[in-house]
């Protein structure tokens, strides 16, 4: 579900920074105290995301928590035990679902794979990796076409929840209807209910494709490269960040792509100079780069 703090379909990152807002000086010198407490007491730099996405995160802990200022809030992150934790959780984005955008996952199908059959090893790394359906997703993708084996998938998110969450490879049995929709848009060749077990409340993905993944917390924001890769996805990640926290992050996502190795971006994202000179457009309508 989309709460009042995440980015709906059809936003953009124009519709955020157009977006009314009734803060003022002091709110902003607060917003800018807590963000400036959260990086030094965990090292988690939130100073750069897009301002009017923070605001909402903001309010919406201070609605439950009914503390009448930020500076409230911010007594509760200094002194409170857990408080700090709650909050960072409040500030990580996870909207995502298995196959989201199918059209995406079928043009890599058909654009992508054939490249990545003349490696004789494949290391993918999902940026931001929320709690790990696209994951999933692609290890299925790389079954399908004889690719997993030689396959090791790096899945990374600044939120230790939702990397405790990916690992565990289940998600709710309800969701299993619309994710079986976007498979079969997406190109899947099987019974997509062939790749999981079921209790009566989630669906369990089996040790098979599970063993090709390895899951770890990374911020983007502050982490730099840890390997090389042929495969580099960041989709809908770069859109919470202004243009400075974009530019490192083009900067990290570059220096970890191998010469000739993809990038798939969100569909509303786009390079900034001067890493754009760096990549062509490999398939422009699905957001998927290729690293000259």
């Known amino acids: 579900m989309v709460d009042?703090?995440?980015l709906r379909q059809?936003?953009?990152l124009r519709d955020l920074d157009d977006e009314p807002s009734d803060?003022?000086?002091i709110e902003e010198l607060e917003l800018d105290l807590l963000l400036e407490a959260i990086y030094r007491l965990r090292g988690f730099d939130f100073r750069h995301?897009?301002?009017s996405s923070l605001r909402r995160r903001?309010?919406?802990r201070m609605n439950l928590e009914k503390l009448p200022t930020i500076s409230a809030l911010l007594g509760k992150v200094l002194h409170e035990e857990g408080f700090l934790e709650?909050?960072?959780e409040d500030f990580s984005i996870k909207v995502t679902e298995m196959f989201r955008d199918p059209e995406f996952f079928l043009a890599f199908r058909k654009m992508v794979v054939p490249h990545l059959r003349e490696l004789d090893e494949l290391r993918i790394w999902h940026?931001?990796?929320a709690t790990g359906e696209e994951v999933y997703s692609m290890a299925i993708l790389l079954q399908e076409e004889g690719l997993l084996d030689r396959s090791t998938i790096y899945a990374t998110d600044m939120s230790k929840v939702a990397v405790a969450q990916a690992k565990q490879g289940k998600f709710p049995l309800k969701r299993m209807q619309a994710y079986t929709r976007n498979y079969l848009q997406a190109g899947g060749t099987r019974e997509f209910s062939a790749y999981y077990k079921t209790d009566h409340s989630y669906a369990f993905f089996p040790p098979e494709i599970k063993e090709h993944m390895m899951f770890a917390e990374h911020n983007l924001a502050t982490d730099g490269s840890f390997n090389e890769f042929h495969v580099i996805l960041c989709r809908n990640v770069l859109i919470y960040f202004d243009a400075e926290l974009q530019n490192r992050v083009h900067r990290v996502l570059t220096d970890s792509l191998a010469p000739s190795g993809f990038l798939a971006l969100g569909s509303k994202e786009s390079f900034l100079s001067p890493h754009k000179s760096k990549f062509a457009e490999y398939t422009p309508e699905e957001r998927i780069f290729r690293k000259l």
Request: net charge negative.
């Open 4 to 6: 009042d703090g995440e």
């Open 49 to 51: 995301y897009l301002r």
């Open 86 to 88: 709650r909050l960072l």
């Open 10 to 12: 059809g936003d953009s």
């Open 127 to 129: 940026a931001g990796c």
């Open 58 to 60: 903001v309010r919406h």
């Open 23 to 25: 803060y003022g000086e």
